[in-house]
Protein backbone atom coordinates (compact mmCIF):
# COMPACT_ATOMS: atom_id res chain seq x y z
CA UNK A 1 0.00 0.00 0.00
CA UNK A 2 3.01 2.61 0.72
CA UNK A 3 2.94 1.94 -3.41
CA UNK A 4 -0.45 3.50 -4.10
CA UNK A 5 -1.23 6.43 -5.07
CA UNK A 6 -3.62 9.51 -3.20
CA UNK A 7 -6.64 8.15 -5.42
CA UNK A 8 -9.74 6.06 -4.04
CA UNK A 9 -11.63 5.36 -8.30
CA UNK A 10 -14.91 4.23 -9.38
CA UNK A 11 -15.68 0.95 -12.61
CA UNK A 12 -17.41 1.13 -15.17
CA UNK A 13 -19.74 -1.70 -14.71
CA UNK A 14 -20.02 -5.17 -13.30
CA UNK A 15 -17.06 -6.59 -13.79
CA UNK A 16 -13.48 -4.87 -14.72
CA UNK A 17 -12.82 -4.50 -18.27
CA UNK A 18 -9.09 -5.99 -19.59
CA UNK A 19 -8.50 -1.87 -19.49
CA UNK A 20 -9.21 -1.60 -16.36
CA UNK A 21 -7.77 -4.13 -14.81
CA UNK A 22 -4.75 -3.01 -16.59
CA UNK A 23 -4.76 0.35 -15.85
CA UNK A 24 -5.38 -0.08 -11.70
CA UNK A 25 -2.55 -2.17 -11.77
CA UNK A 26 -0.32 0.25 -13.49
CA UNK A 27 -1.97 3.50 -11.48
CA UNK A 28 -1.97 1.68 -8.58
CA UNK A 29 -5.24 3.56 -6.78
CA UNK A 30 -5.39 3.56 -2.87
CA UNK A 31 -9.32 2.23 -2.71
CA UNK A 32 -12.53 2.00 -5.07
CA UNK A 33 -15.87 2.83 -4.86
CA UNK A 34 -19.35 1.28 -5.98
CA UNK A 35 -22.42 2.52 -6.89
CA UNK A 36 -25.47 1.30 -8.62
CA UNK A 37 -24.08 0.61 -11.93
CA UNK A 38 -21.73 -1.92 -10.22
CA UNK A 39 -24.47 -3.52 -8.60
CA UNK A 40 -26.65 -6.58 -9.83
CA UNK A 41 -26.63 -9.85 -7.35
CA UNK A 42 -24.59 -10.95 -4.74
CA UNK A 43 -22.15 -13.18 -5.94
CA UNK A 44 -21.33 -10.30 -9.07
CA UNK A 45 -20.14 -8.33 -6.18
CA UNK A 46 -18.31 -9.89 -4.31
CA UNK A 47 -16.58 -10.63 -7.25
CA UNK A 48 -16.36 -7.52 -8.63
CA UNK A 49 -14.81 -6.59 -5.13
CA UNK A 50 -12.42 -9.06 -5.52
CA UNK A 51 -11.58 -8.17 -8.61
CA UNK A 52 -10.40 -5.14 -7.82
CA UNK A 53 -8.42 -6.17 -5.02
CA UNK A 54 -6.21 -8.30 -6.92
CA UNK A 55 -5.49 -5.43 -9.48
CA UNK A 56 -3.65 -3.30 -7.23
CA UNK A 57 -2.50 -6.59 -5.19
CA UNK A 58 -3.43 -6.10 -1.50
CA UNK A 59 -6.65 -6.15 0.34
CA UNK A 60 -7.53 -2.40 -0.87
CA UNK A 61 -10.42 -0.20 1.10
CA UNK A 62 -13.55 -0.62 -0.86
CA UNK A 63 -16.14 2.16 -0.44
CA UNK A 64 -19.81 2.53 -0.66
CA UNK A 65 -22.33 4.90 0.06
CA UNK A 66 -25.24 2.76 1.56
CA UNK A 67 -26.84 5.74 4.22
CA UNK A 68 -30.42 4.02 3.97
CA UNK A 69 -33.40 6.09 2.01
CA UNK A 70 -32.26 7.75 -1.18
CA UNK A 71 -29.05 7.31 -1.62
CA UNK A 72 -28.41 3.66 -1.10
CA UNK A 73 -26.61 1.79 -3.83
CA UNK A 74 -27.59 -1.67 -2.95
CA UNK A 75 -31.24 -2.12 -2.39
CA UNK A 76 -33.89 -4.32 -2.28
CA UNK A 77 -34.08 -7.24 -3.40
CA UNK A 78 -30.67 -7.91 -2.35
CA UNK A 79 -30.71 -5.92 0.78
CA UNK A 80 -33.81 -4.46 2.78
CA UNK A 81 -34.61 -0.73 2.55
CA UNK A 82 -33.40 1.29 4.99
CA UNK A 83 -35.12 4.15 6.64
CA UNK A 84 -33.42 7.71 5.32
CA UNK A 85 -31.13 9.57 8.26
CA UNK A 86 -34.68 12.22 8.66
CA UNK A 87 -36.31 8.87 9.78
CA UNK A 88 -34.15 8.19 12.30
CA UNK A 89 -33.66 11.40 13.62
CA UNK A 90 -37.57 11.89 14.12
CA UNK A 91 -37.41 8.69 16.11
CA UNK A 92 -34.51 10.54 18.04
CA UNK A 93 -37.05 13.56 18.88
CA UNK A 94 -39.60 10.99 20.04
CA UNK A 95 -37.14 8.90 22.65
CA UNK A 96 -33.66 9.83 22.15
CA UNK A 97 -32.43 6.55 23.90
CA UNK A 98 -34.73 4.49 21.04
CA UNK A 99 -33.16 7.15 18.53
CA UNK A 100 -29.95 6.05 19.30
CA UNK A 101 -30.20 2.55 19.43
CA UNK A 102 -31.51 2.92 16.38
CA UNK A 103 -28.53 4.53 14.38
CA UNK A 104 -26.75 2.23 16.15
CA UNK A 105 -28.62 -0.64 14.56
CA UNK A 106 -28.91 -0.02 11.34
CA UNK A 107 -25.12 1.08 10.99
CA UNK A 108 -24.74 -2.61 12.87
CA UNK A 109 -27.00 -4.10 10.00
CA UNK A 110 -24.97 -2.02 7.24
CA UNK A 111 -22.11 -3.95 8.60
CA UNK A 112 -23.50 -7.16 8.30
CA UNK A 113 -24.64 -6.80 5.13
CA UNK A 114 -21.59 -5.17 3.40
CA UNK A 115 -19.01 -7.48 5.16
CA UNK A 116 -20.14 -10.16 3.10
CA UNK A 117 -19.69 -8.74 -0.28
CA UNK A 118 -15.94 -7.48 1.05
CA UNK A 119 -16.83 -4.26 1.24
CA UNK A 120 -15.08 -2.63 4.46
CA UNK A 121 -16.35 1.27 3.97
CA UNK A 122 -19.33 2.96 4.41
CA UNK A 123 -19.44 6.74 3.61
CA UNK A 124 -21.62 7.33 6.94
CA UNK A 125 -22.50 9.23 8.74
CA UNK A 126 -24.01 12.62 7.25
CA UNK A 127 -23.46 15.00 9.43
CA UNK A 128 -23.95 17.99 7.88
CA UNK A 129 -26.88 20.40 9.81
CA UNK A 130 -29.76 21.41 7.04
CA UNK A 131 -31.37 24.98 7.74
CA UNK A 132 -34.26 26.34 5.99
CA UNK A 133 -34.42 26.61 2.69
CA UNK A 134 -31.12 24.88 1.76
CA UNK A 135 -31.03 22.04 -0.82
CA UNK A 136 -32.39 18.72 -1.15
CA UNK A 137 -28.81 17.42 -1.71
CA UNK A 138 -28.58 16.96 1.85
CA UNK A 139 -32.30 16.91 2.77
CA UNK A 140 -33.51 13.99 4.20
CA UNK A 141 -30.15 12.13 4.48
CA UNK A 142 -29.50 14.57 7.72
CA UNK A 143 -30.73 13.62 11.05
CA UNK A 144 -31.90 16.48 11.74
CA UNK A 145 -31.70 20.36 12.03
CA UNK A 146 -29.58 21.07 14.76
CA UNK A 147 -26.14 19.88 15.88
CA UNK A 148 -26.86 18.34 19.08
CA UNK A 149 -29.55 15.70 17.05
CA UNK A 150 -26.52 14.53 14.50
CA UNK A 151 -23.75 14.73 16.83
CA UNK A 152 -25.38 11.96 19.10
CA UNK A 153 -26.63 10.43 16.01
CA UNK A 154 -24.02 10.83 13.66
CA UNK A 155 -21.55 9.00 17.05
CA UNK A 156 -24.37 5.87 17.05
CA UNK A 157 -23.99 5.50 13.15
CA UNK A 158 -20.35 5.20 13.59
CA UNK A 159 -19.89 2.90 16.32
CA UNK A 160 -22.47 0.80 14.90
CA UNK A 161 -20.46 0.49 11.71
CA UNK A 162 -17.50 0.11 13.90
CA UNK A 163 -18.93 -2.81 15.93
CA UNK A 164 -19.50 -4.99 13.02
CA UNK A 165 -15.86 -4.29 11.48
CA UNK A 166 -16.56 -1.90 8.64
CA UNK A 167 -14.81 2.11 8.85
CA UNK A 168 -17.16 4.95 8.35
CA UNK A 169 -16.51 8.13 6.36
CA UNK A 170 -17.70 11.36 7.90
CA UNK A 171 -19.37 13.75 5.63
CA UNK A 172 -19.54 16.33 4.04
CA UNK A 173 -16.28 18.22 6.48
CA UNK A 174 -16.97 21.22 7.23
CA UNK A 175 -20.83 20.89 6.59
CA UNK A 176 -23.01 20.97 3.85
CA UNK A 177 -26.29 21.98 5.54
CA UNK A 178 -26.30 25.67 4.29
CA UNK A 179 -26.09 24.81 0.76
CA UNK A 180 -28.94 26.38 -1.16
CA UNK A 181 -27.36 25.01 -4.41
CA UNK A 182 -26.83 21.11 -5.20
CA UNK A 183 -23.18 20.44 -5.47
CA UNK A 184 -23.61 18.05 -8.37
CA UNK A 185 -24.61 20.49 -10.82
CA UNK A 186 -23.61 24.06 -9.40
CA UNK A 187 -21.17 25.69 -6.69
CA UNK A 188 -23.41 26.22 -3.47
CA UNK A 189 -21.41 29.58 -1.99
CA UNK A 190 -22.47 30.05 1.94
CA UNK A 191 -22.27 33.86 2.91
CA UNK A 192 -23.12 33.41 6.65
CA UNK A 193 -20.19 34.68 9.54
CA UNK A 194 -17.77 31.89 10.77
CA UNK A 195 -19.22 32.35 14.22
CA UNK A 196 -22.47 31.00 12.79
CA UNK A 197 -20.62 27.92 11.48
CA UNK A 198 -18.59 27.45 14.63
CA UNK A 199 -21.79 27.41 16.62
CA UNK A 200 -24.15 25.16 14.11
CA UNK A 201 -22.13 23.47 11.26
CA UNK A 202 -19.30 22.93 12.57
CA UNK A 203 -19.89 21.00 16.24
CA UNK A 204 -20.61 17.50 14.92
CA UNK A 205 -17.56 17.05 12.87
CA UNK A 206 -15.64 18.57 16.22
CA UNK A 207 -17.33 15.83 18.37
CA UNK A 208 -16.47 12.72 16.34
CA UNK A 209 -12.41 14.44 15.41
CA UNK A 210 -10.71 11.11 16.17
CA UNK A 211 -12.79 8.86 13.39
CA UNK A 212 -9.95 8.10 10.80
CA UNK A 213 -11.48 9.47 7.63
CA UNK A 214 -13.89 12.06 6.72
CA UNK A 215 -15.16 13.66 3.32
CA UNK A 216 -15.38 17.05 2.17
CA UNK A 217 -17.68 19.76 0.76
CA UNK A 218 -17.49 21.36 -2.32
CA UNK A 219 -18.96 24.17 -0.64
CA UNK A 220 -17.80 28.42 -0.80
CA UNK A 221 -17.52 29.62 2.52
CA UNK A 222 -17.12 33.50 2.15
CA UNK A 223 -16.32 33.84 5.71
CA UNK A 224 -12.97 31.85 5.50
CA UNK A 225 -11.86 31.47 1.46
CA UNK A 226 -14.40 33.51 -0.84
CA UNK A 227 -12.63 31.96 -3.76
CA UNK A 228 -12.20 28.13 -3.64
CA UNK A 229 -14.66 25.39 -2.42
CA UNK A 230 -13.51 23.73 0.80
CA UNK A 231 -12.57 21.06 -1.45
CA UNK A 232 -9.55 23.09 -2.89
CA UNK A 233 -9.22 25.41 -0.22
CA UNK A 234 -6.14 25.87 2.53
CA UNK A 235 -7.43 28.17 4.01
CA UNK A 236 -10.41 26.02 4.76
CA UNK A 237 -8.78 22.70 5.48
CA UNK A 238 -5.36 23.73 7.52
CA UNK A 239 -7.34 26.54 9.04
CA UNK A 240 -10.52 25.31 9.94
CA UNK A 241 -10.63 21.32 9.33
CA UNK A 242 -7.64 20.60 10.41
CA UNK A 243 -6.48 23.29 13.11
CA UNK A 244 -10.25 23.93 14.78
CA UNK A 245 -12.07 21.16 13.98
CA UNK A 246 -8.48 18.77 15.34
CA UNK A 247 -9.67 16.53 12.45
CA UNK A 248 -6.09 14.74 11.70
CA UNK A 249 -7.67 11.48 10.06
CA UNK A 250 -7.43 11.03 6.19
CA UNK A 251 -9.10 13.25 4.52
CA UNK A 252 -11.07 12.68 1.15
CA UNK A 253 -12.54 14.90 -1.60
CA UNK A 254 -16.20 14.67 -2.89
CA UNK A 255 -16.42 13.57 -5.96
CA UNK A 256 -14.27 15.46 -8.00
CA UNK A 257 -16.34 14.98 -10.94
CA UNK A 258 -19.28 16.92 -9.35
CA UNK A 259 -19.71 20.43 -11.41
CA UNK A 260 -19.28 22.22 -8.47
CA UNK A 261 -15.37 21.89 -8.83
CA UNK A 262 -14.13 24.06 -12.15
CA UNK A 263 -11.57 22.97 -14.79
CA UNK A 264 -10.79 20.02 -16.70
CA UNK A 265 -10.34 16.38 -14.67
CA UNK A 266 -7.04 17.12 -13.97
CA UNK A 267 -6.81 20.51 -12.68
CA UNK A 268 -9.65 19.22 -10.40
CA UNK A 269 -7.07 16.56 -9.37
CA UNK A 270 -4.44 18.95 -8.97
CA UNK A 271 -6.52 21.73 -7.26
CA UNK A 272 -7.81 19.17 -4.63
CA UNK A 273 -4.33 17.56 -3.65
CA UNK A 274 -2.52 21.41 -3.84
CA UNK A 275 -5.60 22.77 -1.42
CA UNK A 276 -4.78 19.63 1.32
CA UNK A 277 -7.06 16.88 0.58
CA UNK A 278 -5.03 13.25 1.48
CA UNK A 279 -6.89 11.23 -1.73
CA UNK A 280 -9.12 12.42 -4.51
CA UNK A 281 -12.25 10.53 -4.91
CA UNK A 282 -13.46 10.26 -8.32
CA UNK A 283 -16.80 8.02 -8.90
CA UNK A 284 -18.21 7.74 -12.30
CA UNK A 285 -15.42 5.05 -13.93
CA UNK A 286 -15.42 7.29 -17.10
CA UNK A 287 -12.15 5.82 -18.47
CA UNK A 288 -11.11 9.61 -19.82
CA UNK A 289 -11.71 11.09 -16.72
CA UNK A 290 -9.60 8.66 -14.54
CA UNK A 291 -6.52 9.31 -17.02
CA UNK A 292 -6.46 12.85 -16.50
CA UNK A 293 -6.69 12.21 -12.64
CA UNK A 294 -4.02 9.88 -12.51
CA UNK A 295 -2.15 12.05 -14.21
CA UNK A 296 -2.29 14.57 -11.24
CA UNK A 297 -2.04 12.91 -8.28
CA UNK A 298 0.98 12.00 -6.58
CA UNK A 299 2.04 8.62 -4.86
CA UNK A 300 1.10 8.47 -1.00
CA UNK A 301 3.45 10.14 1.11
CA UNK A 302 4.22 12.53 4.26
CA UNK A 303 1.50 12.82 6.30
CA UNK A 304 -1.54 11.58 3.93
CA UNK A 305 0.79 8.29 4.02
CA UNK A 306 0.93 8.34 7.65
CA UNK A 307 -2.86 9.02 7.83
CA UNK A 308 -3.54 5.80 5.34
CA UNK A 309 -1.83 3.51 7.46
CA UNK A 310 -3.91 4.06 10.02
CA UNK A 311 -6.85 3.68 8.46
CA UNK A 312 -5.83 0.29 7.22
CA UNK A 313 -4.38 -0.70 10.19
CA UNK A 314 -7.51 0.89 12.32
CA UNK A 315 -10.44 -1.56 10.85
CA UNK A 316 -12.20 -3.03 13.94
CA UNK A 317 -13.00 -7.17 14.63
CA UNK A 318 -16.86 -7.55 14.55
CA UNK A 319 -18.09 -8.18 17.68
CA UNK A 320 -19.84 -11.51 17.94
CA UNK A 321 -24.11 -10.48 17.56
CA UNK A 322 -26.88 -12.12 17.03
CA UNK A 323 -27.80 -10.71 13.47
CA UNK A 324 -31.76 -12.11 13.33
CA UNK A 325 -32.16 -10.52 16.95
CA UNK A 326 -31.26 -7.08 16.00
CA UNK A 327 -33.27 -7.02 12.16
CA UNK A 328 -36.01 -8.02 14.23
CA UNK A 329 -35.19 -5.23 17.14
CA UNK A 330 -35.12 -2.61 14.53
CA UNK A 331 -37.80 -4.15 12.12
CA UNK A 332 -39.69 -3.21 15.40
CA UNK A 333 -38.57 -0.02 15.55
CA UNK A 334 -40.10 0.99 11.81
CA UNK A 335 -42.65 -1.05 10.87
CA UNK A 336 -43.61 0.48 8.01
CA UNK A 337 -40.38 0.39 6.26
Given at each position: MTESKAMILGCSGLSLTAEEKAFYEAE????????????????????LVAEMRESVGWHAPVLIDQEGGRVQRIRPPIFQHYPSGQQLGDLYRQDKEKGRRAAWLMSRLHAFDLSGLGINVDCLPVLDVPVEGSSNVIGNRAYGGDPVTVTEMGRAAAEGLKAGGLLPVMKHMPGHGRGFADSHHELPVVTVSRQELEAHDFPPFVAMKDELMAMTCHVVFTAID?????TTSRKVIDGVIRDQIGFDGLLLSDDSS????????????????AGGCDIVLHCNGHMDEMQQVVANVPMLQ????????RVVNG???????DEAAMR????AMFATV
Open positions: RPWGFILFGRNISEPAQIADPENPAMNALAGTLGERAANIIGRSLERAVFPKADAASEFH
